[in-house]
């Protein structure tokens, strides 16, 4: 199955992209931006990776077993988050293709308990107390069913691997085997993990940055106006410190599956920009280019690039990030830095 993912640094621009790969007719976007988390998610799979390959113990993998189906069966009932119902989003046959994979992990299963059973509040622990006292024994009382599973990397991984394709597989249905594109199911900062789990001679991944200047003016004067900010601060000292900490952590991923672009490139020079998207993923996967500008509309979203000129108080942040991030920031010149007039529009 032919996959193109899309990732990005948290308002950088993923949609842009999505947005302009949807307008080849060999490419099917299910749901649009929606954004598929359940990889690299807390209690996700990628925990899962590490809990069990890296962290294992004769105690842990009950635990990470336990709250990776937790979190699954969450994202698979929640209809109304917005990351979840998988349900119907994804497949109805999702928790099934998670029982699939813990079981090719090996698990024993066992009557049990240990102090995770024993995380009981005040109220709870009276109870106990109260049945030991009329002669209940504590294993009666907290005992459970325990999984204990070691897996091996190769087993880990054949089993990993078998779930994510199942699941895909699903998202596929009905299209003729176009190629599925998916936004944010990798992050640049797990990309290093990609090989494990997908082969790079049908999976193409793309990560999009954007100039840092204009992600914290859309937060602070925009997206937290509409109630969907990311998670970076409103300051912006404190925003330079954890932009560039979040940066930098990023492990280096050299696979030749993975292109980086930027998303002002995209817009201000988009006929070199998109022949290099197209050579990166290839006609066959793509198809052709029948909706050109229907979606993404680089004229359109040139209003988008140098917002941060848009007030004198934007524009003095805008200048303490050029100064502590200037690797990050990109070369605008003063034509395409928004003017102060449109302050009204935010």
Request: hydrophobic residues 35%.
């Amino acid at each position: 199955m032919n996959k193109v993912i899309v990732a990005s640094y948290m308002g950088s621009g993923s949609s842009a992209v999505t947005d302009l790969l949807s307008e080849y007719d060999n490419v099917h976007c299910p749901h649009g931006s929606y954004e598929y988390i359940f990889l690299h998610c807390p209690g996700g799979l990628f925990d899962l990776e590490d809990k069990l390959l890296v962290g294992n113990n004769a105690l842990r993998s009950d635990e990470a077993l336990r709250t990776f189906e937790q979190t699954m069966q969450g994202l698979f009932e929640n209809e109304h988050w917005w990351f979840g119902d998988y349900r119907s989003k994804v497949s109805n046959r999702f928790m099934d293709y998670v029982g699939k994979l813990i079981a090719e992990l090996g698990p024993t299963s066992f009557e049990g308990f240990w102090y995770e059973q024993e995380k009981l509040d005040k109220n709870a622990w009276k109870t106990i107390r109260l049945k030991k006292k009329l002669g209940a024994k504590t294993f009666e009382l907290l005992g459970t069913q325990l999984r204990m599973a070691f897996p091996t990397p190769d087993e880990f991984y054949k089993a990993a691997r078998s779930f994510i394709d199942a699941t895909l597989t699903d998202l596929t249905e009905g299209t003729n085997e176009k190629t599925l594109l998916l936004d944010q199911l990798l992050l640049p900062h797990n990309l290093w993990r990609a090989e494990n789990y997908f082969d790079g001679d049908d999976t193409r991944i793309i990560v999009v940055s954007r100039d840092p200047r204009d992600v914290f003016a859309l937060n602070k004067y925009v997206w937290r106006k509409q109630n969907v900010p990311i998670p970076l601060p409103f300051d912006a000292e404190g925003f330079c410190t954890c932009y560039r900490r979040m940066r930098e952590a990023e492990r280096p991923a050299t696979s030749g599956a993975i292109l980086r672009i930027q998303f002002e490139d995209l817009v201000l020079d988009y006929e070199n920009t998109v022949a290099k998207v197209e050579s990166f993923v290839g006609c066959p996967m793509l198809g052709e280019h029948v909706e050109k500008r229907a979606r993404f509309n680089p004229e359109v979203s040139k209003g988008n690039l140098g917002v941060f000129g848009f007030s004198a108080d934007a524009s003095r942040e805008a200048e303490i990030i050029a100064k502590e991030l200037p690797e990050y920031t990109y070369p605008l010149d003063e034509t395409t830095i928004a003017p102060k007039s449109i302050a009204q529009s935010f």
